[in-house]
């Protein structure tokens, strides 16, 4: 076995609980990823040792604070490959960020008449902040439908994109589809057309290589609690001279550069962004993680999870009545696998699989137009990390197998 995997499941002491005292088998990673050893060593440390409101006290606490607040936005430019720090905006999550983008930078660029166009395998959060966009400015919300084997369709995105869209939103990686959209290839049609884009990176972060400046997004933005850290904290890159133009949409103290009492003047980018007391525990831990995935590897990250879905797909494929969602081909797919069982609710599979210590998602995924369109109202959705192994594969798809002929013995 690959030693550093073997080095790497020690740092996670959760995985070694038991659920209805079955050993835990956590498949519910595109929710939120698990949180190592030398992250949380690094959240309690700061804690300890350096707690102290940042950007206020010229105390030595104080200092020490920010400056690892700060260093910590570098981290993460560097990360996703940003030409600079003042880039990064700190928010509370993915979907912070991208009402953010939609409720300020929205309100710039987007008039009655334009047109918005987003995919329709888009989660929520990249969905209902631009229909709302395009409610209150009376304009057109435009979705990309899917290609026959579920993949994005680039023809009917190509077809869609017109000279009246303004922006275009797309995930990189679908929550439900465990597919990879061609965000490169849509930046550039998409600027061809004068339009901006934005990237939902919140299933990629921590799956994948992120080159901000390759891909030419115009803003991109990610969750911490999906890439080991914890939650309450997540990340909105975008180009700097369109924070520039942004405004901030919320106030008070941080963000402030001086006040009168008639009127105010913000900081530059990005602290104008930033109001309040931020959450710097969390941009510590955001910090470590960072450097854990970086140890690690994303390359080695990338290959151990396609390894793992690489074994599974065809495993699942050869249950009878399972329809998996999604691209067929391993090629395509990401390590996030949709299905339904044949006469079987969602609901009632993860139940019973929680049953056997095996921890999967059941719903729409905050994904209901998909669902929609897939024809379904919800499925189960397995998700796997470089944590799991092929031995959790086929402890999944044998209790997998056990759900499905308890619940047809029982029918």
């Known amino acids: 076995m690959d030693k550093k995997f073997e080095e790497a499941v020690k740092d996670f002491p959760i995985l070694t609980r038991k659920i209805n005292d079955e050993p835990l088998l956590y498949l519910d990673n595109a929710a939120t990823s698990q949180t190592p050893n030398p992250v949380l060593d690094q959240i309690v440390s700061f804690y300890q040792n350096t707690n102290a409101n940042v950007h206020r006290g010229v105390y030595t ?101 017109t000279e009246r869209t303004k922006i275009v939103a797309v995930t990189q990686t679908s929550n439900v589809l465990g597919v990879t959209n061609p965000i490169k290839e849509i930046t550039k049609l998409a600027h061809q057309q004068q339009a901006y884009v934005v990237v939902d990176a919140a299933q990629s972060a921590a799956h994948q290589t992120i080159d901000v400046q390759d891909l030419d997004a115009d803003f991109l933005a990610f969750s911490g609690h999906k890439m080991l850290g914890p939650t309450g904290i997540g990340v909105l890159y975008g180009k700097l001279d369109l924070l520039n133009e942004m405004a901030p949409i919320q106030f008070g103290g941080e963000m402030i550069e001086t006040v009168s009492r008639t009127q105010a003047k913000w900081q530059t980018a990005p602290w104008k962004f930033e109001a309040g007391t931020p959450n710097i525990g969390g941009v510590i831990g955001l910090g470590a993680a960072i450097t854990y995935l970086n140890k690690l590897g994303m390359p080695w990250i990338e290959a151990t999870e396609h390894r793992l879905v690489t074994y599974l797909l065809p495993q699942l494929a050869q249950i009878t009545g399972l329809t998996m969602y999604g691209p067929k081909t391993v090629a395509k797919h990401e390590s996030i696998v949709a299905f339904n069982l044949r006469d079987l609710h969602p609901h009632d599979v993860a139940t019973g699989l929680d049953m056997l210590g095996v921890e999967v998602r059941a719903g729409h995924h905050c994904a209901q137009p998909l669902m929609t369109t897939l024809g379904v109202e919800s499925t189960v959705r397995a998700s796997m990390s470089f944590y799991n192994s092929l031995a959790d594969m086929d402890r999944f798809v044998y209790d997998l197998k056990m759900v499905k002929e308890f619940f047809n013995r029982e029918s």
Do not use: C
């Not at 700190?90 to 987007?110: E, I, P, Q, W």
């Open 61 to 161: 606490l104080a200092n020490d604070a920010t400056t690892a607040y700060e260093n910590v936005r570098e981290q993460v430019a560097a990360f996703i490959h940003a030409d600079e720090a003042k880039s990064i905006v700190y928010t509370r999550s993915t979907t912070d960020g991208l009402n953010l983008v939609a409720s300020s930078f929205g309100d710039l660029v987007v008039h009655e008449d334009d047109e918005i166009l987003i995919t329709i395998m888009e989660h929520h959060s990249n969905l209902i902040p631009w229909q709302q966009l395009a409610q209150r400015k009376h304009a057109k919300l435009k979705y990309v439908e899917l290609a026959a084997d579920q993949t994005l369709d680039m023809a009917d995105f190509k077809r869609k994109l």
